[in-house]
């Protein structure tokens, strides 16, 4: 299989009853003459990429947080549900944090930024999942909004 330009051959694939799958792969990634590596990567049930099978772990078996993709033109994870807390995380390679009914932006936080330029926004206004300073969750949908708006600045 070739995606993006990488040759990719699955060479077995895990499914986990608590919502996710391993796949193990050989991946060539650069010229001929380099070696495939293979990796071990994290998958939803749907086929999203999640990372990679600690990160997987930590997020679905002790968080109990239920992976997806913020946007439906995204290719990676970066929310998730957790139906014992009722709470929805985001996160990305370098944090995670979680938005319940009841949670508010205050100034300064992650959510309230929209991680990009001004000069970006200006040209690229659908980017901006920033929620102004005193935004509350009222609701589960609200909670999650909050969790796009923190994993977007943080990514």
Sequence with gaps: MITNGTDRELLSERHFRVGYI???????LGASDEAPI???????????????SKFAHR????RGIAPELADSSHNVCSIGFCAKEQRWYGWSHRAIYGFGIGAKVK???CAASSGWTDDY???H???N???PVGFTAHTLE????MAVAFASSVG
């Design 22 to 28: 391993l796949r193990k792969e050989k991946v060539s």
């Design 38 to 52: 293979t990796m071990i990567s994290a998958f939803t049930l749907d086929g999203h990429y999640i990372g990679n």
């Design 59 to 62: 997020l679905v078996v002790k």
């Design 107 to 109: 100034e300064g936080d």
């Design 121 to 123: 926004l200006a040209e």
């Design 125 to 127: 206004p659908e980017e």
């Design 129 to 131: 999942t920033a929620l």
């Design 142 to 145: 609200d909670a999650k909004r």
